[in-house]
């Protein structure tokens, strides 16, 4: 019987990037995938900033951003015109190391999480499939099968501490879990295909059509002829079996709305948007991250950055666990914190979503109409760009209602992101760069405060006082014990480590 700490069912980037950051803190896995070879098709391409804020703490930030390409504006069309075009570029400037909206299709994406991981010892098992598992007091058992091999024959045995279900909407997880997955899904029937072609829209940006009966979106891959257009089908218009449906059948609505000339179509594929979300995210030794435990519709391309976001929450948090540095009730603040949020995600991208693809007459002439007149406008004013990118690129999540969050000073509190101040030449995001427990302030440092850091073992970063520290919500002398994961833990104005000590005691938490 084979046995490691965590076992992660799937090897999507979710997957991937459980297994790396556990790996990278002392902790042993193993990661399956059902299928046998890795894939080769574009699927979830955005890459938001803070997604890449914590790929750092791995150094696989830059690596990303090299194989990908930077969308630089949005162009609006309708009815076959060119309503507008929103630039975007660095729209984050000042908020962010990556104030930018990154693309990169999927299979490079997990090329890149893979190779890395392989690097570190570990490779994923392919073709083997979840078939059940029972839990113990101290271990989970599952059956996995060797998908090359039917019957009995093809099933072995493996125990974990752990078990972690990055298996997708259809989770073998949640179902062994017996949790419910409930949401609906939506009328409308959708098509995605990866393109080489020519035209206007094929200028190295992004490209939305609004019209009467259609939605088109497009994303460009780079600034030559590759990139990856989706849409909804109006169905009323094909005479055929949806199983039936191909490329050639969308093409003369692309070439007269988009003006776009289709050379060679490299992925072809339809499909129904859901918007689910599992009713528990932890059974026992069970946990769901990502599309096992909530999909939505693809609007802001937050679905794989949510799930690489559950999985870094996590990690931190079995972590401690199997280190014997916190008991098991700090598992239990990965539920509250990440379904929290991905709740709100569900409700808000279905309102968005609606609100572009919807059918009434007054969705259709606010999209076709409204939009493309207002949005250049808007996208002026700093504050409003900011507003925007923040909640695009996650930079705006925060646990400010967890257990693990508390205290607050200046407009920083317990649970937030802590902000990126580059001073100088000092950025206070470069100990990020490090997944551990960590202490800043921003001004002088008290004697006590840095004594206390040193019998923890805790690094202890002080930062020479600059108005820009002001201006991003900190405030002087104040003492932020950050977590493994980036987020404040205790924002405490005194700047003394009393409030630490009481933190780590109600949590029962060891830091060092």
């Known amino acids: 019987m084979d046995g490691t700490d965590v076992l992660i069912v799937g090897a999507g980037p979710t997957g991937l990037v459980l297994a790396l950051w556990l790996t990278h803190q002392g902790v042993t896995v193993r990661i399956i995938d059902k299928t046998e070879t890795k894939a080769s098709t574009s699927r979830a391409l955005v ?42 570029g660095d729209i984050g400037t000042g908020l962010t190391p990556y104030p930018f909206i990154h693309v990169i299709s999927q299979d490079t994406h997990e090329h890149v999480l893979e190779k890395r991981l392989n690097s570190m010892g570990v490779y994923v098992d392919r073709n083997r499939e979840l078939v059940d598992f029972t839990e113990h007091d101290t271990h989970i058992t599952a059956r996995l099968q060797d998908t090359r091999v039917a019957g009995e024959d093809g099933i072995r045995t493996c125990q974990a501490k752990f078990i972690v279900g990055c298996d997708g909407a259809h989770s073998a997880v949640r179902h062994c879990c017996g949790i419910e997955f409930e949401g609906d899904t939506y009328s409308q029937l959708f098509f995605v295909a990866d393109i080489e072609g020519s035209g206007p829209t094929i200028n190295g940006q992004a490209h939305v059509s609004f019209n009467s009966a259609d939605f088109f979106l497009l994303f460009a891959f780079d600034d030559v002829s590759r990139a990856r257009v989706t849409g909804a089908i109006d169905e009323s218009s094909i005479a055929k079996d949806i199983s039936e449906i191909t490329f050639e059948d969308i093409a003369p609505a692309l070439a007269k709305t988009m003006r776009l000339q289709v050379e060679k179509v490299n992925w072809f594929t339809t499909y129904r948007v859901h918007h689910r979300l599992a009713q528990s995210f932890r059974k026992g030794r069970a946990f769901l991250v990502g599309d096992a435990g909530h999909i939505h519709s693809p609007v802001g391309g937050q679905g794989m950055n949510t799930g690489i976001g559950d999985a870094i929450n ?12 916190a008991d098991d009730a700090l598992l239990n603040s990965y539920e ?134 002001q201006t991003a919500g900190l405030v002087e002398k ?17 700047g003394l480590p009393d409030r630490f000590d009481e933190y780590l005691k109600e949590n029962n938490l060891q830091i060092c």
């Open 47 to 88: 890459v938001h900033a803070r997604t890449l804020e914590l790929y750092r703490q791995l150094d696989l930030a830059e690596e990303i951003i090299a194989h990908g390409h930077k969308m630089r504006a949005t162009n609006l069309w309708s009815e076959g015109s060119l309503r507008a075009r929103v630039p975007f």
């Open 336 to 469: 509250a914190e990440r379904r929290a949020f991905a709740s709100t995600l569900v409700r808000t991208t279905d309102w968005a979503f609606n609100s572009i693809v919807g059918n009434g007459y007054l969705v259709r002439f606010f999209r076709s109409w409204i939009i493309p007149s207002v949005a250049p406008f808007m996208i002026q004013f700093e504050r409003l760009r900011h507003r925007v990118f923040r909640g695009i690129s996650q930079t705006l999540v925060n646990y400010r209602g967890s257990v693990l969050s508390a205290g607050s000073t200046g407009y920083v509190q317990g649970g937030d992101r802590l902000p990126w101040v580059p001073a100088g030449e000092v950025d206070n995001f470069e100990s990020l760069r490090d997944i551990t427990w960590q202490v800043h302030v921003y001004g002088d440092v008290s004697w006590k405060l840095s004594q206390w850091c040193q019998s923890k073992g805790i690094p202890l970063h002080v930062f020479p006082w600059n108005e820009k520290h």
């Open 478 to 494: 104040a003492a932020y014990l950050v977590r493994p994961d980036t987020y404040v833990a205790v924002a405490e104005e005194s």
């Open 314 to 325: 996590i990690s931190w948090k079995l972590t401690s666990v199997l280190h014997g540095k």
